[in-house]
Every structure is written in structure tokens, then in C-alpha cells.
């Protein structure tokens, strides 16, 4: 295939990928058979949508895309002993990981069960001190005052903690699970070893979600109201696109769905946090993912693990505004770590080399909280699954990051089986593990060795997909909201990137240390433009020094709303020479 406007090297390495000409030609008859403006049935095209199917995929209806909950096995089970203990008002204690899915999973729990006059203790392990996951010391300490458990985004393979905790223990995880699974009355996993895979792509909050779904069912059944699960879909969807689940199927009916409870700003929690993070637009996938998951993130990476989870439950805006501003102060402090490791992370992977299936790096004093953040960086930088490693004496404690069509998850499942690793688990786009520093060499050569059976040492630079080309007089805000009917965008659904041909520059600006404004236009009109992290690669450098020469544009379209004045503005990630 020609590469699209002929940009074989862009400026940040890629080559651009343009619609094939099937394509094209079911975009125009999605088009032509919907009345959809064009370039919407180009980007339902784009996305395999068929024009029989383009109405309903603009309108995902969560009553007809929800499962049934009892489909999943040891739902019914699981629903059976959670309506025991709130009938009988036992003492229910979450155990919960300490990231947004976890919180989130927890959330539901506690305000689901405090609208039904019950308040359930809350734990969240810490992250350098107990480490991912059930650990048999708070279990046994929780064992001793509750009559039921329920592990949520965690417990699947945590055996030998669940037998410890001497109650009834439920799992509701979406993590890979093992040939033979714990001692609990119910493990509820699309990912366990015997179930279908059909609804893999769930995050833990949905399972939860479908859970209390089973037992709004079941309370009906006998004649009783349950909590409304609508009001609860905010979480939901925030969960499902902070863990960067796939925005397919049923999940993007929760999206859709929670972004528009979310707009109604009802939960106390999420205000103070839109607020305090400087949210002033509609929500979105983007605000979810970048501005509210890393605030609620950052009291587990660098702060108090529950501070995030408890911001969700609360009902009080005076507490829900001290923890969203604690939040905040601790993402700052996240991201000055972050950006320490990180460039130390990279140079060391590139000392070691990045061209085989693994990208990775370890040392002594890296904070455990950013090395999963730092992974991200590094395989988006490499287009290779990564492993950053935090080593704190003799032992290590670290996180992975996939790329597509690579499962991150069953290798290091596999390492831990054969003793390569203290603990290890995961999905397959990400995972964790804690390791002997001894073992640390081999296990990451084992680890290369199986990540390049599936292909992983194949890829170079990423290909940078465009959907289209658009002129900056037809980027207008009008085109942005056609283009929202197709969201809500994510992982494996991503938002429409559009290329500019032939553009110059008006007006270029550093924004910070390495961000980039620009003003593009083609004579005829013009659009304002950012470049997040520009001066990191050649991109920066490049348009700063433009020369006024004529560049191809590539990025993502969103509304600017600054100064109560609404208009386009181009989310600039690439850019070739023209010409």
C-alpha cells in the first residue's frame, strides 16, 4: 500500500497509513445507505462497521448489548452468598487493588450496599509495603471480624491468602487465571481457564457491575427494589477506560451510557476531582483517561492506596473535596517521579537495545508507583511490550505494558509456574510481577523468548493510521461533534486521527519544556494546534524551526472551549515535510 500523502518517514519515524480502497468504498455506501455526512462513514468504515449495522453502532443500547450476568460461571453462586449476607446484615469486607479499576470495583460495593443500609469495611493493600493483590496477614486480619470477603480486581490466583482468611471469600477479577483456581465460594472471571473468552474484555468493575445486576435481579424476583445501577454506571465507565479495556461490544454501552451520567455531576466525588483537575467541558474518554484516572491513580502509586476508592464512595462533598485536592497534590508528585525514571528507564533500555521482543530496564530506588506508567512510555517509544523494574534490596517488584496482538499476561503466568518469579499476573496488556534479584537476567531473557514466539520482535516503528484528510477550514467544531456519534473512543476504538496536506505555519510557541503551540493554515483557513511532549523527538525541533516551509499535519480533532468560546483545535502527534 502507497503510504498516505507519500510520507514513507515522518518526523517521529513512522510511516502514515491511509483507508485501503475497500475502505473507501464502504464508507461511501455506509453514507449512501444512512445519509451520514461522509467522513463519519468513512470513520465507521474505518472500524469494520457494515451499513446495516451503522445506526444501532452510533447508538449502543446497554439493554440489548448486556449479557447475562449468570452466563459468566459462579455468578449465580456469587449472587446467592451476597444476598445471604445482606439479608442476614453479616459483616462484608472488600479487599481491593489499589488502581482505578479496583477503586472503582469497590465503590460500587460499598454505595450499592450503603443504599441498602449496610457499610462495608474497606481495604486496599499498599503498594511497596503488601505489594498486587490478597496477602495472607490482611486476610487473616479480616477473617477475624467479617463473615464475608469479596476480592475485587484481584484474588484469582491468590490461594494460599484466601484459605488464610478462615471466612467465605468471593472473586469478581477479570486478571489471567490458573489451570486450578482458590478455595473461594465463588471466583467470577471472564478470564478463567474454563470460560468462553466471550466477554474477556471486561474490567473488574463491569464484573462487579453485572454482579449486583444478578442481584437486582434476583431482589426482583421476590418482589423487592434494588439500587439504581444506572446512577452507578459513571464508575463503571470510568474503570473501563482507565484500565484501558477495549471499547467493543458491551463496554461501549457503559461508556456511552456513564459519560452521560457522569454529565449530570451527581457523585460527589467525581465533582471535586473535575473540578479540581480544571475539567470545564462535557466528559469524555479523553477526561476519564487522562485527567481523573491518574488524580485517583496517584494515591496508590504515591500516596494512601485507599484515598482514591474512598473519593469515589463518599457522599460527603466536604471529604470528597480534601481528598480530590490531596489527589491532585499527589499526581504532581507522581509525575516528577515519573519523568526522573523514565529517562533513566530509556537510556538504559537503549544501552541494552531495543531491537529484540522486549524492551526493559531495573534498578535499585525506583519508585514502584510510576514503573507501570514508565512501561506505557516505553512501549509506546519502541512499539514493543516493556518491563520496568523497581529493586529494593533483594528483591524487585515491577510492571509490563503490551502492544496489540500480544499477550503479556499468559508469559508471565507462565515464568511464574516455572519459578522464575516470586509472584506474577496480569491480562494480556498488562501485568505485574515481583522478582529475586538473582533470577532477574533470566527471567526477562525467558520472558524475550516467549513475547518473540508471538511476534513481538517483528514491528518496527508503529505505522501511524489516518483516518482521512481534512483542510483547517472544514475542521470545525460542527465536524467534531458528527465525529463524537461514533465514540466514545479508546483502546481498540480509537479516536478519528485526520491528516492536514500541505500546511504551513503562522505562529509557533514552547509551551513548557517540551510541549508546542502552533497556528496551521493553508491560506484559506486556519486552526490552532498542540503538540504534547514535541521536543522529545524531532517533531519539536523541526516545526519550531519551520522556516516557513509547508508541512503534512497529523492528530486528532477535539472542541476548545477556553474563554467560554467554542472552536477546533488540532491535537498535533505527527508531522512530514511536504513536498
Known sequence: MTAFLNVETSATGRRWIGPSLDSERLGLAISQATRFPPVLGQILANRNVQPEDAAAYLTPSLRELMPDPSSLIDMDKATERFLQAVDQKQRIAIFADYDVD?????????????????????????????????????????????????????????????????????????HQGAETLPPAVAVVNPNRQDETGDLAYLCAAAVVFLMLASANRALRNRGEAGPDLIALLDLVALATVADVAPLIGFNRALVRQGLSVMANRNRVGLVALSDVARMNSTPSSYHLGYLLGPRINAGGRVGAADLGARLLATNDPSEAEALAERLDALNTERRDIEATVLAQATQQAEERGVERGLVWAAADGWHPGVVGIVASRLKEAFNRPAVVIGIDGSEGKGSGRSVNGVDLGSSIAALTREGLLLKGGGHKMAAGLSISVDKLDAAMERLTELLEKQGSANAGPADLRIDGLISPTGANVEL???????????????????????????????AGDSHLRLTLTDGGGKIDAIAFRAFESDLGPMLENHGGQSFHFAGRLEVDDWGGRRKAKLKLEDAAKAG
Open 102 to 174: 479496583g477503586g472503582s470495583s469497590a465503590a460500587l460495593l460499598i454505595v450499592w450496599l450503603r443504599e441498602r443500609g449496610l457499610n462495608a469495611t474497606l481495604y486496599i493493600p499498599d503498594r511497596i509495603d503488601e505489594g498486587y493483590g490478597p496477602n495472607n496477614e490482611a486476610m487473616e486480619m479480616l477473617g477475624r471480624d467479617h463473615d464475608l470477603i469479596i476480592t475485587v480486581d484481584c484474588g484469582t490466583l491468590s490461594h494460599e491468602p484466601i484459605k488464610a482468611a478462615g471466612v467465605d471469600v468471593i472473586v469478581l477479577d477479570h
Open 480 to 510: 467534531i461533534e458528527k465525529l463524537e456519534q461514533a465514540g466514545p473512543f479508546g483502546a481498540s476504538s480509537p479516536a478519528p486521527r485526520f491528516a492536514l496536506a500541505a500546511t504551513r505555519i503562522s505562529f509557533a510557541k514552547r
